[in-house]
């Protein structure tokens, strides 16, 4: 059965990301396949471990989910060449909110 697997970023500690998990568990993400990051979007991307933790958890069928496409990528240049990575791995992308 395919797995729903969620990202979310806040971009300081001081940021609480419950917004965004709420929104991943109202998609059907189980808790345990929430993956959360506090770190600045401009962060350069193979930096964020939390991201490449979820991509790598994807299994061909399942599907990544995130709140927002800023919280994925903070260019159309970046969101392109992540999707693509998930879609040549056979993982499905959604976005909650856009």
């Not at 971009?11 to 396949?33: C, F, H, W």
Request: proline residues 2%.
């Amino acid at each position: 059965m395919a797995r729903h697997i969620g990202y979310a970023r806040v971009s300081t500690d001081d940021q609480r990301p419950a917004l965004q998990t709420d929104a991943l568990r109202a998609a059907g993400v189980e808790d345990g396949d929430i993956f959360v990051e506090h770190i600045s979007g401009v962060t350069e991307l193979a930096l964020r471990s939390a991201l490449r933790e979820a991509i790598e958890a994807c299994a061909p069928g399942d599907k990544l989910i995130v709140w927002k496409l800023d919280r994925l990528a903070r260019s159309v240049w970046e969101l392109i060449n992540i999707t693509k990575a998930l879609d040549a791995r056979g993982v499905h992308f959604e976005c909650v909110q856009d």
